[in-house]
């Protein structure tokens, strides 16, 4: 069973939050098929948010096919992630590598990496969108 | 969804000066709802004018139905930890429990005694001995084991130190996920009801400045920084809530149901906080678009 | 409600029926012991022990402030320090209506109370009935139940007063929503009750009787003579009676003061050295006699308004029936003010 924890300043919505902790969980193996999710109940009892929150994310997770819930029981995992693990995309992960190779020869610093890479994802998450 | 409270225009007045003024409000059941302001906006006010402490001066109140106080059933709905959780001092924790099960129709002993042991609550000792948290523990035990539909906290973890703040919320999480019972509390500490709250009230001065899904609230206002801009030169669909101008730059808080085309604007994220704040500080200005002039205050529901 | 008024109150219950309690034994004690005193002798005051006296003017102490102190100790904060510490939050949370509250707990109270001073007053009306209004010989005595301070402390009026204290001080307390200055304002009201009511309102509760007497040696109990040098005259009554006036008035049933003649009828004080012989004695005594007489003629009469000893007990229910139904007064205010004023 994995425990959640909530970053309160960091400024990403607490469900979110959940929803990213569930995702990471399954792609690193923590949480394989057949799984149960912590309760509603337990999470809330333990990081003291309200449990519409949890119910949220959970729906989420269930609407990306990820998990289900069984009423009564509770919420199981219903597909891995492990898959799509970086064993799968080790051609992507290379080409990265070499990205950041030449953005450090180019002389940029961690931060104008941060922003470079941050600044062209949204703008080509706008595109799209 | 039914609301569990309502009011219509409530108005309190003491002697000369209106705690309380045009409180239109209508906050569904199932719900935790903070009540935030700062000291003297009238949130105890309010509190106590639902749980029947209170009648109000002027307008309609309307709680689970019913009208508060009115009656032992009406009574049994709402339960009520008031500001600094009064308990009788020279009663033990368990004459106290005692009390509850013989003035309470639905009174759940089995489940206070319960919750009363995963505290650690010495049930033979005096209320008076016991510390700030043990004794908010005390007062919210006492207030969700009569089982109501509406348990109202007034400022609940004021006075409490983190450790303690944080364990009250989270056992008063733990009943709003087993039991439903729909919340009302006021703080005015937003860092905590950040976390616990899907709908809020913004009270200042006597008057309820918004009013609305968290969610919503926070994906419907947005704070704007560009160049220096007139308010009457916002478009129309957008109400402004808070502005601040330098010589060069203008940054506004804007509530609109529409988005921000307009690319001279740089939109940055709002979090509760902030939002709250812009409600708190908002200077009283003109408003461009409202036809509730006269009243300099914006009022939005 | 009824658990949870003990509750509050049970501290309070068990020091007053302790007290009670000892008072209850101390008085069982004594009193077969004076009543078989008083069963033997007329004079019984004569033989009171100064233990005795002590008792009995401590007993009329007691129930004099045990109706006040109970009700005002108890009623004052009953509602007051509820509302000054706050814990009305929680009490009118529960699922009690603010006016059954009230009712029980003051209720509760009331019947407390009338136990308690019931009992009090009881045992000691048993334990002073052989002697009040017991005579000495010579002079002195205790008085009669009907004088205005023992019957205040006696029968059933203290029970009275009790509940009238109680359900005063708790609506004081209402009204002012703190325990201190309501148990002042209490006692200051109930004090100026209890002077008004023997002084203004008692008297005329039961129709009383009026006579008018012949002045003559045998009817007058005594003379007095003030700085002013008017002289008057008191009418002697039987014991166990209340004198409610007692005056001279004139052939025509005025009010008036004695003529001025009379006052060379009195017997000149003694001088210095001078010895009082038994001639002299008799010789004012025929003085005193003949102007006596004259009085007679002249048309002068004692008028004199009294209760007599036989009204004592329906005083005392006329009078418990008045303090009862100003509590019901006030009880009734009390209600309609936690209703409509506390919130």
Same mark, same amino acid.
Request: charged residues 20%; contains cysteine; hydrophobic residues 45%.
């Given at each position: 069973?994995?425990?959640? !924890? ?47 929150? !949890?119910?949220?994310?959970? /729906? ?32 992507? =992960?290379?080409?990265?590598? =070499? ?22 994802? =949204? ?7 | ?60 109140? #309307? ?14 709905? !709402? ?8 308990? @009788? ?46 004794? %908010? ?33 989270? &056992? ?37 400045? &918004? ?36 010589? /060069?730059?203008?940054? @506004? ?7 921000? +085309? ?10 509760? #906080? ?25 009022? +939005?529901? | 409600?009824?658990?949870?008024? *003990? /509750? ?13 309690? %000892? ?10 012991? +004076? ?30 402030? %045990? ?16 509302? #000054? ?6 009490? *009118? ?5 603010? =006016? ?9 109270? &009331? ?5 308690? &001073? ?43 007063? %009790? ?142 308004? @009294? ?22 007064? +006030? ?5 309609? *003010? ?6």
């Amino acid at each position: 069973m994995i425990e959640f !924890v909530l970053d309160a300043r960091s400024g990403v919505s607490p469900y979110l939050q959940v929803v990213h902790q569930v995702r990471r969980a399954l792609r690193l193996g923590l949480l394989v098929e057949g799984d149960q999710l912590p309760t509603v109940k337990d999470v809330v009892a333990s990081l003291a948010i309200n449990p519409n929150t !949890v119910l949220k994310a959970y /729906r989420e997770l269930e609407r990306d096919g990820l998990v289900a819930a069984r009423p009564g029981v509770g919420t199981f995992v219903t597909k891995t992630l492990a898959d799509s693990s970086l064993a799968a995309h080790e051609p992507l =992960r290379r080409d990265l590598g =070499r990205w950041l190779g030449k953005a450090r020869a180019a002389g940029l610093d961690d931060e104008s990496i941060e922003a470079l890479f941050m600044s062209t994802f =949204r703008a080509m998450n706008e595109e799209i969108a | 969804m039914s609301a569990i409270v309502r009011t219509e225009g409530v108005g309190k007045k003491y002697r000369r000066r209106w705690a309380l003024q045009d409180c239109t409000l209508d906050i569904p059941e199932g719900r935790v709802c903070g009540l935030v302001g700062p000291n003297g906006a009238g949130k105890s006010t309010l509190l106590g004018l639902t749980v029947g402490l209170l009648s109000p001066t002027v307008g309609s109140i #309307e709680v689970c139905g019913g009208q508060p106080a009115v009656s032992s059933a009406q009574l049994a709905k !709402v339960g009520f930890v008031a500001q600094d959780t009064p308990t @009788y001092a020279g009663l033990t924790v368990a004459d106290h429990l005692r009390m509850g099960a013989h003035l309470n129709p639905r009174w759940d002993d089995a489940a206070a005694r319960r919750r009363i042991d995963r505290l650690g609550l010495d049930l033979r000792r005096r209320a008076g001995q016991l510390s700030g948290g043990q004794r %908010a523990q005390l007062a919210l035990t006492l207030g969700l084991a009569k089982h109501p539909d509406l348990l109202v906290l007034d400022e609940p973890v004021a006075s409490l130190d983190p450790l303690a703040r944080r364990e009250f919320l989270q &056992v008063l999480m733990e009943a709003v996920a087993e039991e439903g019972v729909s919340v009302l509390l006021s703080s005015h500490l937003v860092s905590d009801l950040e976390r616990v709250c899907d709908h809020l009230i913004v009270l200042v001065d006597s008057q309820v400045k &918004v009013s609305g899904d968290v969610d919503e609230l926070l994906d419907t206002h947005h704070r704007l920084s560009g160049p220096l801009r007139e308010e009457q030169g916002l478009p129309s669909d957008q109400s402004v809530v808070w502005s601040s101008h330098t010589d /060069r730059q203008s940054t @506004y808080v804007v509530r609109t149901d529409s988005p921000i +085309l307009d690319p001279a604007w740089s939109v940055t994220p709002l979090g509760l #906080e902030d939002l709250v704040l812009a409600y708190l500080t908002a200077t009283p200005t003109p408003s461009s678009a409202s036809a509730s002039a006269g009243r300099g205050l914006e009022v +939005l529901r | 409600m009824i658990w949870m008024s *003990w /509750r509050q109150a049970r501290t309070q219950i068990v020091a007053v029926l302790a007290l009670v309690g %000892a008072a209850c034994i101390w008085l069982a004690a004594t009193g077969p012991a +004076l009543a078989r005193l008083a069963h033997r002798n007329t004079y019984v005051y004569d033989l009171l022990s100064r233990n005795d006296r002590l008792l009995f003017n401590g007993g009329i102490a007691v129930l004099a402030l %045990a109706p006040a102190v109970l009700g005002i100790f108890w009623g004052g904060p009953l509602v007051a320090r509820e509302l #000054e510490t706050g814990t009305y939050r929680l009490a *009118w949370n529960q699922s009690v209506t603010r =006016r059954r509250w009230l009712a029980v707990k003051l209720g509760f109270a &009331v019947a407390a109370t009338v136990v308690a &001073v019931g009992i009090l007053t009881l045992a000691i009306t048993w334990w002073a009935h052989p002697i009040d209004g017991a005579l000495g010989s010579r002079h002195g005595g205790l008085p009669s139940r009907l004088s205005p301070i023992p019957f205040a402390m006696r029968g059933i009026v203290p029970i009275a007063y %009790a509940v009238f204290a109680l359900v005063l001080a708790t609506l004081v307390g209402l009204v002012l929503r703190r325990s201190l200055p309501a148990m002042a304002v209490t006692l200051a009201l109930y004090a100026f009750v209890q002077i008004a009511v023997p002084l203004w309102v008692r008297p005329h509760l039961v129709p009383s009787t009026s006579t008018t007497t012949v002045i003559s040696a045998g009817t007058i109990d005594g003379l007095s003579m003030d700085d002013a040098g008017t002289i008057t005259l008191s009418t002697r009554v039987a014991p166990g009676n209340w004198v409610l006036t007692d005056q001279t008035v004139d052939a025509h049933g005025r009010p008036a003061a004695l003529p001025t003649w009379f006052n060379s009828c009195l017997p000149p004080p003694p001088g210095p050295g001078q010895a009082r012989s038994q001639a002299g004695a008799v010789t004012s005594r025929g003085t005193l006699d003949r102007c006596l007489t004259r009085l007679d003629r002249a048309g002068y009469r004692q008028h004199v308004v @009294y209760q007599p000893a036989s009204h004592f007990w329906p005083l005392q229910w006329v009078e418990t029936s008045l303090y009862l139904a100003g509590s019901a007064l +006030l009880c009734f205010l009390s209600f309609w *003010w936690i209703r409509h004023r506390l919130a």
